[in-house]
Structures are given as C-alpha cells and as structure tokens.
C-alpha cells in the first residue's frame, strides 16, 4: 500500500515538474542521466571513467577485503571487455540501455569507496566495511557485465513509450503495443 501511494507521488509529481524537498523534479533527473548514458558512450568518457574505477578501487587488499576487491575487479574487467558495444555506439542504443550501465559504474564505485573506508579506519570499524563491501559485491556485481541495447531493445523501448503516450493520453491501448 505505501509502495503504491508512494508510486502515485512521484508519478504526480514527475507530470507537474514538482520538486520534492526542494530537490530537482524527476524530469530534471531523467534529463541528467539521459545526460551521463549518452556520455558514457563518447569513447574517451567511458575509458576515463573506467581509469576512475581501476584507481578507486586501489591495489588487491589481504585479507577478507580480497574477496569483495576480486568480485569488484572482475566486473571492473567486465566493463572493459564490454567496451566495443557501448563506446561509440548509437545514442538511442546507450539510451535504451544505458541505465545497466551506470548502474554498474555506481556498484563498483559504491564497493571501492567501502573498501577505501576500511583502510582509512581500521580497527572494528574496518572489519564492518569489509563485511559491507563483500555482501555488497556479493549481491549486485557477480553478474555478467551489462550489454548495450539492440535494435530489438531500441524498437521496444519505442513501442513502450508509444503505448504508455497512448495510454496517459486517454486514447485506447491494448496488450503488447501502441493502440
């Protein structure tokens, strides 16, 4: 029930441009990672943030930390082998698409600035961000690396917006497709 009420706020307020807590509206947001995707797929931005990614996640740690730095790295690795399909790629294709990969970039980055934290603290503290780190890097980066849309992923995409359009417009919409 609050997931739903929830859903119709922000729902309302993407539709009205509002600000929540003085925030920027969701159109404002989708504008901005509309902005980063499509940066992703200049081929000196995604090698620069991958660089980014290889010097944030540091040297290989002893210890536990090895494990979620392994996993890390290995979807670090991922990403550059992923690289001929995104860089340089069609904007509608890394649009369609993207959203894997930045969400991807923030995973790896969110695991090495966790096991950063543990060196910098030490103690009781560091064994916490380990623990974090490694059932972070459990959880969201042992999948394969995301692949960049297809022509099938960009037509669909196209007929999802067309029918929901369709949909909001107050027009007929039917299972599958615009209507």
Excluded: K
């Excluded at 969701?26 to 931005?45: G, Q, S």
């Excluded at 459990?138 to 022509?151: D, G, K, M, Q, S």
């Amino acid at each position: 029930m609050c997931r739903a009420v929830e859903d119709d706020v922000v729902r309302t307020l993407s539709r009205t441009g509002t600000r929540l807590d003085g925030g920027p509206s969701l159109e404002d947001t989708h504008r901005e990672v509309t902005r980063i995707v499509t940066r992703l797929a200049e081929p000196d931005h995604y090698d620069a943030v991958c660089a980014l990614l290889r010097a944030g996640l540091g040297d290989r740690p002893d210890g536990r930390a090895a494990g979620a730095w392994d996993i890390a790295d290995e979807a670090l690795r991922g990403l550059v082998s992923a690289r001929a399909e995104w860089a340089g790629a069609d904007p509608a294709c890394t649009v369609a698409g993207g959203w894997v990969l930045v969400d991807r970039v923030a995973r790896i980055r969110l695991t090495a600035a966790l096991l950063a934290q543990a060196r910098a603290r030490g103690g009781n503290d560091a064994g916490h961000l380990v623990n974090a780190a490694r059932r972070y890097a459990w959880n969201w980066l042992r999948l394969p690396p995301p692949e960049a849309a297809t022509a099938v992923h960009v037509r669909r995409t196209g007929e999802l917006a067309a029918w929901i359009g369709a949909f909001t417009a107050g027009g007929p919409a039917t299972e599958g497709g615009a209507g």
